[in-house]
């Protein structure tokens, strides 16, 4: 079995940080949909701004509302209008092929793009 990239949000913007809450990051559900990473699913974060990567779980956020806010001790490592990458991995046995989701300034998406899969010899 392999972890592999299932599905990614490509330069996300970070539109809240809130270190009183009990953590994890708040994902507008358009966007959770559009990268089948499900609520309560674990992510890897990976902060473009500054280099930071953490691991957190996903809270569906209200539909289109573009939000993006990371919590808990968390928030101390992004800053609000810090670029982020959301990826979500799966254990599997078989090559995936994996949803990336761009999205444009205001977290709306603009693309999906499908991966290739493993290159054949």
Known sequence: MRSVLRGKIHRA??????PDYVGSIII??????????WPG????ISD????ARFETYAVSG???????????????LVRVGDKVIIMAFELTDHPIEPR????DEKNRRTKILRAPGPMTP
Do not use: F, K
Request: aromatic share 0%.
């Open 100 to 103: 990336i989701v761009l999205v």
């Open 28 to 37: 507008d559900q358009a966007l959770l949909d559009d990268a089948d990473i």
């Open 62 to 76: 209200e539909r289109d509302s573009g939000v993006i806010c990371v919590n808990g001790a968390a928030a101390r």
């Open 13 to 18: 913007v970070v539109t809240q940080a809130d």
């Open 48 to 51: 473009v701004n500054n280099g």
């Open 41 to 44: 699913e674990r992510v890897l």
